[in-house]
């Protein structure tokens, strides 16, 4: 068995959309939809400020707070734990209540197969939205398609600054296990209790960790 | 799904000069998606928002599609394009060049290269320049002034010797990293990593930005000063270390010309017979020539006064000491608004942790008094021993292709007859910069002085919008006999051109470069869309029907290649034989250059200044008429320098940091990357936003004077309340001018009422030694629109 996660480092990320446009490269997402998004957060008065930047996804829950509403069986999780949404059984037709019921405000509608370019679809947008079906409920899904044939979400492979770690929380020696029962990576909101499978690490408490360090060789089965 | 259908092409990005290795996945012609490649050394799979955002860049419908020639009068609102075939461009732009050429002069025709970025303009301009020097033209425009002057081009050469090289710091060896005004986490996206990596294992970052721009935001330590006034805290800096002992006095000694004797009287070096240059032997009491290099029995004097055969004179360091020593860090709280204990503390921490290293970009090259603060913050790497060491501050050159520019083609003292030497700027034609600020070609067009300036080529580059004073840059272009202009995008300027001429993205372009760990042929990873030709075929046909065909290799541009690439012993041929190309180690990095032997002298090879060695004070500078040492000067125009424009306009405007998203004016058509930051906006501190009675979101109206005080212009942007700026300065984000269809955001334009911030500045407050355009510290107001 695996449980695929992921550790999110808010220290290293500087707000640069890589990750965002990542995802829109790799699952041609629709105008509208982003399975990722960055919150930036001021605080203090200048000079004595501060700003980070944290993205937020799925959190790819084990207590899946979507599924316990969905009037349907379109929630589902598949292979390594991964919360799957299957477009031909989402029937609420984009006014579905998993969309409040998620805590983490990361499910989006689908709200039509509308190119980017006024009357006029790119040759990958052709191909790519067969995928998408109008009105269903969509979010990140780690690149199922891409974890499942060995590779890595594309956002942590682009993050240009390493913010983001993608590991199985099952094996234990793992970077990504080791972080978690260190409890130098937490849920973003613990008192959920929804036993996600993204954290993130706590402030200080990855510097110097070493696991980040982008010299270390990535573990070998990605 | 086919996946035998889909060909894996490697090849790099080129939007910015990092250059990332990437991996193109195409199928049946067609770009499924670009990637980082995990196999590149500079970006180990990781890849930035522009070079992700390929597909949507070269299949965008508003792309430039063939090329035009207007039909109706400039000035007219529509300039009636034509479609017209590429012979018939090609032809008539030679017919024009050769006219204008046989009528004025080659000096009259400009050549003007923009940035890198959309079209590879940091690989292609060095045939761009051959086309100029065979034209006969001295005039060649670039980006320095705005960008990289004092950096890297050309740097400080006169201090230095580091001409055309570029700061290449050892980010796993540093312990110490000081920024200024270089959004280096964004702007250098396989760098990020590197820093953060060093951050992480206990390397302090420090950064220097007026703006929390994302780096900054990172650092350990940010310290805000007043825009402008950086110089001032540098000087403060110096100050600190030489009060509290913590110069390197061995390596001043040897490797810089701090013991120079320099004359009380004139400010010149202490010269007799034979010997340029003197220092003060101390144990023997009597002066020394300092050429070549020291032997044992000789120590020279760094501090004290001196009299040389009547002379009376000191050692240059003296001179240095007594000018930074009113410079205390209590003085610069005052210039710079940064606290004296976080200047002394900063100061401290750089001299004390070894190795240190520092870089800086923009922010530097946008101001008055650019020149001496590079100058000054380069010299904390001299006098603190963090010289061109591993992890300090060290230099180097891209990979030594074949020079292809073929300056040998101007014609005897070509310098003189450019507009760089004709405009005073007499360190720049002491270097032979040809590539010169885009304000004196406006400046020649409008009024015929030195001589007139009547046509122009423009390759990528966006001078209704990426030049100060937008309006003067508009209204020279309109007097133009002839002007074409080259893009992907159709841009401000174009209203002002004769033809326009749809240009390749980089994507579809080919090239030669070292992307580590490869020696790479770069081929298009799609065909050009629509008629669009790669700006390189551009060059060498028009080169051809210019009568220059052979020195263009006739035309064959895997010859050019192959010539570029002599120096490495292989061929275009062999790159493509085994994909992603040849494997290329460059020599390790030397360290420690000005102290290698020479051969033929035996004796240290020193570094390429007029003294030989570094030059805290430069003899050459002052014989041309400016000041030897980099003394403090407030920023022009200021609140301190100007404060007649203060009055009226009480605000500071302040533009610069680039997010990762942008290349400068580039992209903003790009709908995924538009999502992401949708309008143009201006930042303005909560406290100043509240007294204005400004609320977040609202549309404001920044306004500016010209010199003399009268409106400058103006522009409309959305008001961003932070307290990521000081109460007083405003910041406004360059390159906005263009609309995005897909999420119905309309084109701004360039002028009054645009999202220009160039429109802001009269471009007369210029730095006198590089000619870089006082930027960063100009007086503003805002109102609700």
Known sequence: MARYGLAIDPSRCTGCYACIIACKSENSTLPGVSWIRIEEKEEGEFPKVSKTWTPVLCMQCAEMPCEQVCPTVAITRGEGGIVLIDPQSCVCDGAGPCLSACPYGVLQVNQGNRPYFRDYLTPHEKQDYEVHVQGAVEKCDLCYHRVVAGMQPSCVQACPSKAMLFGDLDERAGDLAQLVSRGQAKPLREDLKSDPSVFYIDKGAGKGSGVFESGLPTPSRF | MSANRTERIHSYCIHCAALCGIVAYVKDGYLVKVEGDPNSDNNAGTLCPKGLSAKQEIYHPGRLKYP???????????????????????????????????????????????????????????????????????????????????????????????????????????????????????????????????????????????????????????????????????????????????????????????????RDDNGLFVSSDGSPYLVWNTKESAPQPADPWFPSHVEPALNGSYSVNGISCRPAWQLFTDMVEACSPEWAEKMTWVEAEDIRRVARLYANTKPASTDWYNGLHKSSNGYYTAVALALLSVVTGNWDVPGGLSFESDPTFKDVKGSQHLPEGWINNSLVAAAGFKARAYNKEYVGPMNLVADAILTGKPYPIKGMLALASGMGTSNPNSKKMMDALKQLDFLVMGDIWETPAMAMADIILPCATHWESEFVNYNPPYLMHRRPIVEPQHEAWPDLKIIFELAKRLGFGKEFWDGDIKKAFNTMLEPFKVTVDDLDASPPGVRYAPPPQPYRRYAATDEKSGKPKGVATPTGKLELYSEKLKTLGYGPLPAWKEPEPGPVSTPDLFREFPLILSSGFKPMHWLHGQLRAVPWLRECDKEPSVWINRRTAQKLGIPEGERVMVETPKRDGTIQGNVVLKAVLTEAVHPQVIYIPYGWWQGCDSLALEGYGSLDGSANVNNLYDDSFTDPVSGTIGMVSYPCRVRKE
């Open chain 2, 68 to 262: 035009m020639k207007r039909t109706r009068p400039k000035g007219d609102a529509d300039p009636g394009w034509q479609h017209i075939s590429w012979d018939e461009a090609l032809n008539t732009m030679a017919a024009r060049m050769n006219e204008i050429k046989a009528l004025y002069g080659p000096e009259s025709f400009f050549f003007q290269k923009g940035s890198t970025g959309g079209s590879s303009g940091s690989e292609w301009y060095r045939f761009f320049g051959r086309l100029s020097s065979l034209y006969g033209s001295p005039n060649h425009g670039g980006t320095g002034h705005i960008c990289c002057y004092s950096r890297s081009c050309p740097g400080l050469p006169l201090h230095f010797g580091n001409r055309g090289l570029h700061p290449s710091i050892d980010y796993e060896k540093t312990n110490f990293i000081l920024l200024v005004g270089y959004n280096i986490l964004h702007t250098e996206p396989p760098l990020a990593r590197k820093i953060l990596d060093a951050q992480q294992r206990g390397a302090k970052l420090v950064v220097i930005d007026p703006v929390l721009a994302p780096t900054a935001a990172k650092a350990d330590i940010w310290l805000a000063p007043r825009p402008g006034t950086d110089l001032a805290l540098f000087l403060a800096m110096h100050h600190v270390i030489i009060h509290e002992g913590l110069v390197d006095a061995d390596f001043l000694k040897y490797w810089t010309n701090a013991p120079f004797l320099v």
